[in-house]
């Protein structure tokens, strides 16, 4: 069973916002740790975008910072990702992600930026 399913990707244009949404399946999952929201570009790693903490305290990677926020509610055991002033170089699978026990990983949603 798919622990983690993202939404929300798509085509926007450079300047534009998007909202990416992680749905949590198993409470434990979502209440047991720091939820994060990575991207990959093809041929390259997986790059850690943004971090939220069970107190809901957040990191963001510097590429993203000013322009990215991440978000959880905690009573749909969902994670949020609000992409605003998106740039071209933002385009990218973005996945859902955490590590517990086990790693737990979603399958992506793709997010393409056009100039």
């Known amino acids: 069973q798919l622990q983690l399913v993202e939404s929300g990707g798509g085509l926007v244009q450079a300047g534009g916002s998007l909202r990416l949404s992680c749905a949590v399946a198993s409470g434990s999952i979502f209440v047991t740790g720091p939820m994060d929201w990575h991207r990959q570009v093809p041929g390259g790693p997986r790059e850690l975008v943004a971090t939220v903490a069970t107190d809901d305290s957040t990191n963001y990677a510097d590429s993203v910072k000013g322009r990215f926020t991440i978000s959880r509610d905690h009573a749909k055991h969902t994670v949020y990702l609000q992409m605003n002033n998106l740039m071209p170089e933002d385009t990218a699978v973005y996945y859902c992600?955490?590590?517990?026990?086990?790693?737990?990983w979603g399958r992506g949603t793709q997010v393409t930026v056009f100039s």
């Open positions: 992600h955490a590590l517990r026990s086990q790693e737990y």
